[in-house]
């Protein structure tokens, strides 16, 4: 599967939150690339090629050589176009800072999956959990900055960009999580962080899917009972 020299590509799908922050990042970096748009019930031989390991999306190919998960993507992106958007700060020690509250966001990811999934004896509990990560990264990693980095988007508030998809999964968990008065600061980065042209330009369109979602969720309701 040779490819032309600079050739871009990106497998995912548009739904994924994993997807989106890459696109959100090779956006923002003004890098142009070829989306090819993958059904996970029926993948395709390019993305089994490519990510023979995990199976799974987002991948970037980039002159045919594969990156895949999507925070070592984000980080390949950031060092293959450093300008004219930085997405990392330039200091070593504000550097490590933000890699370790990236990895601490997609560890606790099992946490937001676990609300979408709960029955509704769990509503309570899956919900605790979900708020006490929320106050953390809103009163340690935030703080009283208007986004993650200070002033400018970061790859940090990319990867908390799933939280723009929360409201949805509140809507068919029947349960509201991040609201103004519980999280005040992280509820007003989520505002800013909509409003941004690249993000607002590449946000999906999960009203439309809701549907789908509440699909989901009844499905994860009855595989966990």
Not at 31 to 50: C, G
Not at 77 to 82: C, D, L, N, T
Not at 110 to 128: I, M, P
Not at 142 to 150: C, E, N, S
């Amino acid at each position: 599967m040779e490819e032309a020299p600079n050739k871009l590509r990106l497998y995912g799908t548009e739904a994924s939150p994993f997807v989106r922050r890459v696109i959100w990042a090779l956006k923002l970096k003004g890098v142009d690339y070829d989306f090819v748009q993958e059904d996970l019930s029926n993948k395709s031989p390019a993305l089994l090629h490519y990510n023979p390991i995990h199976q799974k999306v987002p991948v970037l190919v980039h002159a045919g050589k594969p990156i895949t998960e999507s925070a070592v993507i984000l980080e390949y992106i950031e060092e293959a176009w450093p300008d004219p958007t930085p997405l990392l700060p330039k200091d070593p020690y504000e550097r490590a800072m933000a890699r370790f509250w990236i990895a601490y966001g997609d560890q606790k990811h099992h946490v937001f999956h676990s609300f979408l999934a709960c029955s509704e004896e769990g509503k309570e509990k899956a919900a605790k959990d979900l708020l006490e990560i929320l106050k953390i990264v809103q009163d340690e990693a935030l703080g009283d900055h208007k986004f993650f980095g200070g002033d400018t988007l970061s790859l940090v508030d990319l990867c908390y960009g799933w939280l723009t998809s929360l409201k949805y999964v509140e809507r068919v968990v029947g349960v509201q999580v991040l609201e103004p008065m519980t999280l005040p600061r992280l509820h007003r980065w989520m505002q800013d962080f909509k409003e941004e042209r690249v993000i607002k330009e590449n946000l999906p369109d999960l009203e439309a899917k809701l549907p789908e979602l509440e699909i989901l969720r009844n499905h994860l309701v009855s595989t966990n009972n």
